[in-house]
Every structure is written in C-alpha cells, then in structure tokens.
C-alpha cells in the first residue's frame, strides 16, 4: 500500500469551483486560498435551501481507541464518497487538524490511503490560519487583561485569581506552569499562570458554538477571565476586548472548502480535542453541510463516551441539531487491545482476544441507545486483521441485533465504503424520534456529572476534591450553574484511569477542578490526570517530517 502522500499526490485534485458547484455554490459565495481551499461566505445560510428534501445529519462515532485512533476521520470520508459514488447529495463536515498531534504522536487528522480530505499538507499544517486568529485573539485578551493590571488595575482584578490562560498550537509541556512578569518593575505584574493548547482555547470553542458573528460577540463579552479582590467575576466585556478580538476572528469564523481525493465536498472547520474540550467541527460548517446537501456527514472525537456525548448535550442541544443515524466504528486491533493483549503485540492474529475486548464494543452500543439512537457498526479494516477476527466482530453484531458493514475504504476509497453507506441509508429511513439528552442543562451540576459518570462511563460513583468543591461553590454564587458539562477526560478509558481497559465496573470518577468556560457555554469539568496542555512523546513524529524540495515528507 503506497503512503498517504504517495497516494495524495498521485491523484489531481478539482479546482474548487467544480467541487462548490454540486453544492449551489458560486465563486460569489468563495473566498479562494489558491487553486483547492477556499472560504465559504456565512451568508449562503440565509437564502432558501436548493434541495427539495430534508437534509439528514450522520454523526460517526468510535469505541474506546488504541493510542494511534481507528479511523473515524478515514470512515468519515470513506463513507461520504460511498455516498457520492451511490449518486446521492452529500458534504462532509469535519475538524481542522492542530500541529500538536501533527509533530507529536497521532500524526495529522486528514483521513488516510485513498480515503483523504486534500490538499493534505496545507490542511495539516498552517490551513487557512484559523488556529492562527483564535491563537492570537485568546493570547489578546489575556494581553490585555495583563496591561490592565499594569496600568492602575482600576477593575481590581486579583492577579492571584486569574483564571485566563494563554494557548499556542503546539504540545509543550515545559509551558503548562510558568510565572510572567519577572524583570523589573518595568515588565509587568509578577504571577503565576501557564499555556494550553489551541485545541482547548474557550475561544475554540466559542467559534465552534456560535451561531454568527453577533453570537460570538455576545459570547466574547461574557467570556470569564478572573476575579476582583472582592470576589467579582471579570469578564471580557469589562476589558473592551471584543472588538480586536472579532476583528482577528472574522475570516476564521467562515467554514473552509476542501475536498476528498474523489471530489466529494468537504467542509473544514474548528478543532477542538474531545479528551479536554468538545470535540465537534462549528455548528456553522455543519450547519452549512446540511444547508447544501441531502447528507450531512460528521464526526466527534474519541470514544462515544467522550466526543460524542459532547456532541449530544453540549452542540446538538444548544444548537437544535440532529442525527438520522449513529456511525460506531471499531476496529480488531482495538478490540484485542481491550482483550488484554499489548500494544506492540496488537498485529498478530487472535480471534480469543477480539472476544474478550467485545464488551467495549456492547458499552458504547449501550451508550448510543442512552440518547434514543441504535448504531451502525462499521468495522474498519486493517491490512492484518484476519478473517476469524473480522468473523468474531460480525457474529457478535448480528446476535446483538446490530446492523454493521466491514469497510475497506482505506486500501479502496469510497467503494470500500460502499456496504455501510446503504447499510446507514436504510438505517436512517427508520429513525423517527429525537435524540434524548443525558441530562436537562437545569440540573443541579453535581447531578450533571453524576449522570454521565455513570450512564457513559459505567462509574460508581463520582468523588469531588477539596478544590473541586470550592469550583462548585463559585458556579453556583456566580450563576453558571444552568450550563452544561464538558467533562475533560482520559480518551484511552472508559474510566478515569487511562489504564483500565476493556468496560471497567465498580469505579469511582474524581473531580479535580470546575472551569468556568462562560463565553463557550458549559463548564470544564477536570477528572484524573488529564492536562490542557499535552507533551511530546520520546520520539516525535516531527523528528521524521522534511522538506525536499517542494514536497513535505514524513507528515502523517
């Protein structure tokens, strides 16, 4: 099988024109980054829908993956082209990848084989600056919160009580804890505070959650950045901040065109992660998706547990979106990891261990059907799975009563991905019903956590620290208590505990701490280890990346 590049490379890509025109897009309503990207202008969703048809809305989903991910992105796009191959209308919706995965471990988030979204290197690497404007309007605000305190502090804000972080695109441990205004009186006001990653930016997250550039704004005024010696939240608005800052966002807050190597329409936009943030592309691109076609197909990150949940309770609820069909894909290389068998064992067949992983698989299907939703399982083929071990994931679907599809879209395109497209097509004929949220936004917040704890995790119950506490005691002063939770979680469990494999029981889940994320709209519920700003492994992938010539190599 020839390398991604390889494969990206030996197929010429549409101009963009042509790949907008099955969507009623004309060159008005683009704006070109070159030959094969271009912005699509927020105005194309007020004007009436082309289709006769109610657009339908396919979120993909997976079961608790390996540490390299099974293939959610690859089965997104593998199934719109099966759709696209199938004649029918369909787009795409999917995140922006962020450079920390890129040159850490996970590599880029661009599909693979001959199921890619392209021009890969662009996408993977500086895109269309998106991450670059939330970047740097995130990294203002707390500019400007500093350079308030430095010039008279007339709002009192309590340098010790600064909740506002800065971020940057990139895994960097050395940075999560540092202090900031050393040198002199000239420098600044001495104190504590550190980096996230981009991905975990609130201001990600507003652009992802907001509905146009008057909620944005309305969101950035609100936005929480730290607390008055008296106790007094300050917010952004106190700051005049929103300006600059939807000045930097206006051309990010437009979904990016691409398209896939078959030349099925994919739209690009927003990234936060799902372990430490939401997880979900904008409710604007797939809003759009769905404006534009007869298939919207998207996906969340990590395990349903995690992405997907979020994409429930946080997008879909406050959005008023919907789903006609669950995608859960799964893998036997997962499976046999939750099976008990090592990571660098995971390539020999053994039919036993995908048996004793299935209970992940029966978890999540249980987790779907927690929102009024029945999957599709799709099961993602690796190049050396064996035919016992597809069999013993088949089997198992269909005495669950399941419906599933074996793809091949990796090594075949959107003809590997055939079988689950008419597989979906007739599932999501059936649904009738909305989904049901988890949990009403008006609960008292510990009963939020509590539910999905256990409802997704299979928890026993969930402990609070003494500073988790406190956390709770500020949200409910302060009002935010009717706010949904985003819960910050390990992607590698079920649990709390990244090592627990397979569907853990009788465990408890710890709360460490409750951010306020205000402008977003929903709290940021940290559980176990998990950190906002992640650390390059031993051997990075960045140490293989290389320009030669005008190709860049090495770039998963």
Known sequence: MPTNVEVAHSIALRPIAEV?????LTSADLRPYGHDVAKVALSVLQRPRL??????????????????????????????????????????????????????????????????IAPADRINLHFTGDFHAVTTAHNLLAA??????????????????????????????????????????????????????TAASEVMAMLCLASGIDDLRARIERTLVGFTYDGEPVTAGKLDAAGAMLALLRDALQPNLVQTLEGTPALVHGGPFANIAHGCNSVLATRMAMHLADWAITEAGFGFE?????????????????????????????LK?????????????????????????DKHIENIAQFGERPVVAINRFA????????????????????????????????????????????AERRSQPFRPLYDW???????????????????????????????????????????????????????DPTLRGRPSDFDVTVRGIQINAGAGFLVVLTGDIVRMPGLPRHPLAESIDLQGDAIVGLA
């Open 20 to 24: 907008a025109a099955p969507l009623g």
């Open 51 to 116: 289709r006769p048809d109610p657009s339908r809305l396919i979120l993909v989903s997976a079961i608790t993956p390996t540490p390299a991910g099974e293939g959610k992105t690859t089965t997104s796009i593998g199934l719109a082209d099966a759709f696209h191959r199938l004649g029918e209308s369909v787009c795409v919706a999917l995140r922006e990848p962020s450079l920390g995965p890129c040159f850490g471990m996970k590599g880029g988030a661009t599909g693979g084989g001959y199921s890619q």
């Open 144 to 197: 400007l919160l500093d350079n308030h305190i430095y010039f008279g502090n007339r709002l009192g804000i309590d340098p010790r009580r600064i909740v506002w972080r800065r971020v940057m695109d990139m895994n960097d441990r050395a940075l999560r804890n540092i202090i900031v205004g050393l040198g002199g009186p000239q420098q600044g006001v001495p104190r504590e505070t550190g980096f996230d990653i």
């Open 306 to 334: 995690l992405g997907a949940e979020k994409f429930f309770d946080i997008k879909c609820a406050g959005a008023g979106l919907d789903t006609a069909a669950v995608v859960l894909v799964a893998t036997v290389r997962a």
């Open 337 to 361: 990891l939750h099976g008990g068998v090592a990571l660098a064992d995971l390539g020999r067949p053994d039919p036993e261990a995908v048996v004793r992983g299935l209970p992940n698989l």
């Open 384 to 427: 050396g799975d064996s035919e016992d071990e597809i069999l013993a994931v088949r089997r198992h679907c269909a005495d669950r009563g399941v419906p599933g599809a074996v793809t091949d879209h990796f090594a075949r395109g959107g003809e590997g991905a055939v079988e689950l497209a008419r597989t979906v097509m007739m599932h």
């Open 442 to 496: 008006h609960q008292p917040v510990p009963d939020k956590i509590l539910v999905v704890a256990q409802k997704m995790y299979g928890a026993r119950r969930v402990v609070f620290t003494k500073t988790a506490e406190r956390d709770l005691t500020d949200v409910k002063r302060l009002g935010y208590d009717r706010l949904p939770v985003c819960i910050a979680k390990t992607q590698n469990s079920l649990s709390d």
